[in-house]
């Protein structure tokens, strides 16, 4: 979305241009998904701690390890959420291997 925002104003404006560099939307994206998952992240978290979605600990373990117990264990699901946003935000969705890797790496958390 934001690859083809760029563009057109590149056809004005020729600092947009810059953007058409994969290095500096990776750079960007990086930047976006880090800003995206500390906003996300506290309510997440919340959310799955009220939903019960905590980690079980055993008896035989050390007892220093019982207080984990409840602590959610779905931090994969903020990691795919900040990731896939980044990549509708920054990456060229005109490229089909894009949408496959998202795919499949959206398959492969609904699976885990």
Known sequence: MLLELAQYFAKDIR???VFSYITLRAVLACLTALVISFIIGPAMIRRL???KIGQSV???GPQTHLVKAGTPTMGGALILASIAITVFLWADL???FVWIVMWIMLA???IS
């Open 58 to 60: 055993r008896d035989d």
């Open 108 to 110: 492969f958390g609904a």
């Open 49 to 51: 701690t009220a939903y």
């Open 15 to 17: 600092a947009f241009n």
């Open 94 to 96: 005109r490229n089909r």
